[in-house]
């Protein structure tokens, strides 16, 4: 037969069971507990004296196991009008989630940013869609905004999306910078475009965008803010004390850091092909032979100082800095003839300060 203790106890661990809210659960563990320490003083003390001592106690946990049940009763009527206003708000905004131009984007970027919080059903898919979105974002401080909502609560997915829309915006802004560079009246007369690829808003041809009439070039340069946000919030997701990310093992190609301050960051087994680095400090990075560099290019890189590139292989990389080609010859030389005759030619069409 059960005594008073057990049927207590399982009543609140059904409770438990039942309940889908932390706290809640919380507070229920606490009177099982506190009811498992009753029963054990009861195997001390004779059965009258125990009944005599603990009728206050039973009548408090009774009231509290009372109070749980309409608690909960309460919470649940509550959790079921929240879900449906959600769904009924969810699909309000997918309705208004539109392609059409760079102000509706916006629009719906900014309605999806309710849904970012792990606690909402949709916050994975609100996710997915507002990277998908966010290339085409209408403003450099909308672009912000909303990247700054996704990096507040980061996933486990929040890296490599973060690094998706990166990929997607410097693959945009290279396509422009092709086509604008046809027509070299495009570009601001005291702009110095040298190659594909680089060309950004500090200080690179314009400050800001204010007198663009030019639909290319203000696409340019609001790709060039958003290459600039990507780089800098990554490195802040990165440089996070005690944080579980970091560019190790990353797929990391074709993206731009731009002014980035990469020291003491572990590249190792990153993938950097086709890659940017410009402007950005390497001083203290960590390269391995599982970085691949094929393609990448090292622009404006003045900042390299304990660097460590142990087998790295630098010379396949497509461009870099004389001052910087030369450290890694004379440190980390190329270990066959092959590896060797591209580490001359890198060294030979390097990069000169900009004088």
Request: net charge negative; hydrophobic share 40%; glycine share 6%.
């Amino acid at each position: 037969m059960k005594d008073q203790y057990q049927a207590i106890e399982e009543k609140l661990v059904k409770l438990a069971l039942d309940s889908d809210d932390a706290e809640t659960i919380a507070e229920i563990i606490q009177a099982v507990h506190t009811t498992r320490e009753l029963r054990e003083k009861k195997k001390e003390r004779s059965w009258s004296a125990v009944i005599i001592a603990l009728t206050p106690v039973f009548s408090v946990l009774i009231a509290a196991v009372t109070l749980l049940i309409s608690t909960l009763q309460a919470n649940r009527n509550v959790s079921i009008e929240q879900s449906q206003a959600e769904e009924s708000e969810w699909r309000d905004v997918i309705k208004n989630v539109s392609l059409g131009n760079r102000d509706s984007v916006q629009t719906g970027l900014f309605s999806l940013q309710g849904f970012f919080e792990s606690r909402s059903r949709h916050a994975d898919r609100a996710r997915s869609i507002a990277v998908a979105l966010l290339p085409f974002a209408s403003s450099g401080d909308g672009f912000d905004i909303v990247l700054g909502s996704l990096l507040r609560q980061p996933t486990d997915s929040t890296q490599v999306d973060v690094l998706g829309v990166g990929r997607m915006v410097a693959a945009h802004e290279r396509d422009l910078l092709n086509r604008a560079v046809k027509d070299h009246t495009k570009l601001p007369a005291d702009c110095v475009y040298q190659y594909p690829g680089v060309f950004f808003k500090r200080g690179d041809c314009f400050e800001d965008n204010s007198t663009l009439n030019d639909k290319v070039l203000n696409d340019i340069w609001l790709y060039s803010w958003e290459i600039g946000s990507v780089s800098d919030d990554l490195v802040k997701l990165w440089k996070r004390p005690g944080g579980p990310f970091g560019p190790k093992g990353q797929n990391l190609s074709g993206v731009i850091f731009d002014g980035a301050d990469l020291s003491d960051l572990d590249f190792s087994d990153a993938n950097l092909e086709g890659a940017i680095l410009h402007r950005s400090d390497l001083s203290g990075t960590h390269f391995n032979g599982g970085t691949v560099l094929s393609h990448a290019t090292f622009h404006s890189i003045e900042n390299f100082e304990a660097s460590v590139w142990d087998q790295a292989k630098w010379w396949t990389a497509a461009s870099m800095p004389c001052k910087l080609a030369e450290y890694l010859n004379g440190k980390y030389p190329a270990p066959d003839q092959a590896s060797d005759a591209k580490a001359k030619e890198l060294i030979t069409s390097c990069t000169k300060p900009a004088t």
